[in-house]
């Protein structure tokens, strides 16, 4: 079974200063997908960024940018230029396809807490 | 990306009641499913639901507790049957998007049960 493990319950980072947040997993496959939600305290889960594993480079969204590395099981999430809109639970995410049933696995970590900081 | 509503957005029930939550989607998908992020956690899946066949439902969940219809490709119902506090949460509808390996949120269902 995959696990994911976000080491970093709570985090905090000046407004306009650049936070990472940690994330690693566990997997024998070599096809999957890594993903970064956001959850604001409305409670909307919002997808952030998506990497796919078979790709070296790493994926970026405006402010929001993760350094992959697949030998290392590691995938954390740079945010730029913090904004206070960006106080948040992140989650970090792995998705294999299940065969068997048809469909895409999706596991959760447990999340980190960040607060920016006016 | 999908446009996910959910009905209702939050709810307190008695214990022994049930509560209906309702997903619906702006476009057709072939699964949908239903998750479970108690208080301070992480999210969990509860079942996924397929139009025209039963819901596959995780280990610790079962279909009398939890009973899910799925009677389109674009509609999908949740029921927490029986409540007691520990049902507590915020239930949540996702699908899969379009590009391979992407699923969405809708806004969630926050029940508190007293």
């Excluded at chain 1, 496959?29 to 409670?43: A, D, G, V």
């Excluded at chain 2, 108690?38 to 139009?51: E, M």
Aim: charged letters at 15%; glycine letters at 6%.
């Amino acid at each position: 079974a995959q696990t994911v493990t976000q080491s970093q319950p709570e985090m905090s980072v000046q407004e306009a200063e650049t936070v990472t947040l940690s994330c690693t997993y566990d997997t024998s496959e070599n096809n999957y997908y890594l993903f970064w939600y956001k959850q604001p305290p409305s409670r909307q889960m919002i997808l952030v960024i998506r990497q796919e594993a078979y790709k070296q480079q790493n994926a970026t969204e405006n402010r929001f940018s993760v350094n992959f590395q697949k030998a290392a099981k590691s995938f954390s999430l740079k945010i730029s230029d913090s904004q206070l809109g960006d106080t948040a639970m992140y989650f970090c995410a792995f998705m294999k396809h299940n065969s068997g049933a048809g469909s895409y696995q999706l596991t959760f970590g447990k999340g980190t807490k960040l607060s920016v900081i006016p | 990306s999908a446009v996910i509503s959910q009905k209702p957005s939050r709810d307190i029930c008695q214990r022994g009641t049930s509560l209906t939550i309702q997903c619906q989607v702006d476009s057709q998908v072939t699964m949908m499913f239903w998750y479970r992020q108690q208080p301070g956690q992480s999210l969990t899946l509860i079942a996924t639901a397929n139009q025209g066949s039963e819901a596959t439902y995780e280990s610790g969940f079962v279909i009398d507790k939890f009973p899910i219809s799925r009677p389109n490709l674009t509609f999908s119902t949740l029921t927490v049957s029986n409540m007691s506090p520990e049902d507590s949460s915020i239930y949540l509808c996702s699908v899969e998007g379009r590009l391979a390996g992407t699923r969405y949120f809708g806004p969630g269902t926050r029940l508190t049960v007293t």
